[in-house]
């Protein structure tokens, strides 16, 4: 019962409709005792011969008049309870996936897709079918159960009646034990197939890795493998369900057996009639229902009860990003990075230390180092997705981050990450994401400043071209330069491109840089890179290494002090110099040729 507690404040914002429902349960079960009795008297006239016509049609015509309004109050009662539960399913998706969107990049290093898929789907049917089925099966425990026996007792005869109940308790016992092993059970089969979940989404989005690597055999062996995991947890599960039904009948052949001994020799010593014993046969008949549903409430509560648990955990994550929104200020003016040490949380080692320098409006900063140097640190940081160790750490305009709102923060920023991310929709649509008003000139305007506006045309369908899921039909190039059209397209105050380039040549990275150059006069650039030439004509290079800054400057002044950005860029621009020289030597000999 401890889910319906949960759930008091949705019961309480849909009471109208649970009530109208309950009176739709009560008067259903009110109507249907009229049947038993009239079958009774109808035998009972029989036998004694003073059943007549006029009483016979009487008869049929209260059945006929049963069944219609059983009729109607069973469509505005599942109206009522079932179209209501789906609401809580409606309300509990939002909530999650409104959560799924506010969480940090942390929040999502430890958790794996397919279980919060999981948690978005099988848990809250489990939980809508609590507040659905779950409300219908204990009111026709309580209310159909609870009238029958009255009826029986109050109709019939109280000591029949005491007599077929005595083993009613050996059942709420059983079921209930039963129920506490299904909610154990039920959460490992949760559990089991959110590792499922997580195995195909995974497999599907890395099926060319796994076919260039020929491990499709593998892949089936562990898919196989988890997959029989599932079954054999929710084997478990269903061996514990099938008790239910069972007991549940053991218990009411025993009432049957009761009834028919007991009640026979009651009819033979005159305490009730023949029409009576068969009106209380037909009565404990119809309380197989009322038992069985308890059997199934107990079921439903207890996956419910698991369920809830699972959402209630995800619910109550806090958030690792803190709010303080002490300003509703426009974020402007220069951008001052003060880190005197900054961990990953749950991590020891310095992801950061001693980092100060400043961005002032309309520079050109370049950040290079090794990979691991905490170049896509310092970017996660501006984007807060992870907050500083202090508040004072990154400025705004003299205004720490944290002060600002994240929505007007961020909507400074256009950001390409390394690791690009494509929609499955029109290749129109993932260049117009941050701006779905634009018109066709503005985008084909920021596709040529990107370069690539002539491969888009190539394709069958030009921009209207559905790329697969994450891209899959696009190279990784032609991915890297949509996402820098889509970062253009909303022309924001800053623009950050982290290792955006890595997947380019040479001679297409210096012209998207020169097109960036000259549309992004007076605006702010933050760009990193392992290649050297991406940078070289930036206001100030960062040079990192260990989460530190070892070197800074212009790229002349680099050159000039011969230290790490030296050496890197040298050796570089020999790499590149000699894949010319081999390249031209091969065109040479095509044409001898």
Do not use: C
Request: hydrophobic share 40%.
């Amino acid at each position: 019962m401890g889910v319906f507690l949960k759930l008091t404040w949705f019961f309480k914002a849909q009471k109208f409709n649970y009530i109208l429902g309950l009176i739709m349960l009560i008067t259903i079960a009110l109507i249907e005792l009229l049947p038993p009795q009239i079958i009774g008297k109808t035998i009972d006239g029989m036998t004694n011969q003073v059943l007549t016509g006029k009483m016979l049609i009487i008869y049929l015509s209260i059945l006929v008049l049963a069944a219609l309004l059983l009729y109607g109050s069973r469509y505005v009662w599942r109206l009522s309870i079932f179209g209501t539960s789906q609401k809580l399913g409606n309300i509990l998706r939002r909530y999650l996936y409104r959560k799924y969107t506010e969480m940090s990049p942390y929040f999502y290093q430890n958790r794996r897709t397919g279980d919060l898929m999981a948690h978005a789907t099988n848990d809250i049917n489990a939980v809508q079918n609590a507040a659905g089925a779950g409300i219908l099966m204990i009111a026709d425990s309580l209310i159909t159960g609870g009238m029958v026996i009255i009826t029986m007792a109050l109709t019939v005869s109280v000591k029949l009646t005491l007599i077929v109940l005595i083993p009613l308790p050996i059942m709420v016992i059983m079921t209930r034990y039963y129920g506490k092993l299904l909610s154990h059970g039920f959460k490992k089969a949760q559990a089991a197939f959110s590792k499922l979940n997580d195995k195909t989404q995974e497999s599907v989005a890395g099926i060319k890795v796994t076919k260039t690597f020929g491990y499709e055999t593998e892949d089936q062996a562990d898919f196989k493998g988890l997959s029989d995991e599932v079954v054999r947890k929710n084997l478990y599960v269903a061996k514990v369900d099938a008790l239910f039904d069972p007991t549940i009948m053991l218990v009411f052949g025993t009432s049957e057996f009761l009834t028919i001994t007991f009640g026979s020799f009651m009819v033979l010593n005159d305490e009730i009639t023949l029409g009576q014993l068969i009106t209380f046969a037909t009565y404990l008949g119809m309380l197989v229902w009322p038992l069985l549903a308890l059997g199934l409430f107990f079921n439903i509560v207890q996956r419910a009860k698991a369920s809830y648990e699972r959402i209630e955990v995800i619910l109550n994550t806090p958030n690792s990003i803190e709010t303080d929104y002490s300003t509703t200020a426009q974020p402007q003016g220069d951008i001052e990075f003060n880190i005197a040490q900054f961990h990953y949380p749950g991590n020891k080692a310095k992801g950061l230390h001693d980092i100060h320098f400043t961005i002032q409006p309309g520079m050109t900063i370049g950040i290079v180092g090794r990979t691991g140097s905490g170049k896509s640190t310092l970017i996660k940081l501006l984007l807060r997705q992870f907050d500083t160790d202090k508040p004072n750490d990154i400025t705004y305009g003299d205004i720490p981050l944290r002060h600002y709102q994240l929505g007007q923060l961020r909507a400074q920023f256009g950001y390409v990450p390394q690791e690009h991310f494509l929609f499955s929709t029109s290749i129109r649509n993932n260049i117009a994401f941050g701006n779905m008003e634009a018109n066709d000139s503005q985008i084909h305007e920021v596709s040529r400043l990107s370069h690539v506006h002539k491969d888009i045309q190539q394709f069958t369908e030009g921009y209207q071209t559905v790329v697969g899921e994450r891209g899959v039909s696009l190279s990784g190039g032609q991915k890297q330069r949509i996402a820098i059209a889509r970062a253009l397209l909303i022309d924001p105050e800053v623009l950050i491109l982290d290792d955006s380039l890595s997947a380019v040549d040479a001679q297409t990275e210096e012209t998207i840089l020169a097109n960036m150059h000259t549309l992004r006069q007076g605006k702010t650039n933050i760009i990193t890179a392992h290649r050297m030439s991406a940078v070289k004509h930036a206001d100030l290079i960062i040079v990192m290494d260990r989460g530190t800054i070892i070197e800074r400057g212009t790229h002349q002044t680099l050159i000039e002090r011969k230290g790490w950005y030296f050496d890197t860029y040298t050796a570089q621009a020999l790499q590149e110099q000699h894949a010319q020289h081999l390249n031209d030597l091969t065109e040479g000999d095509e044409g001898n040729v």
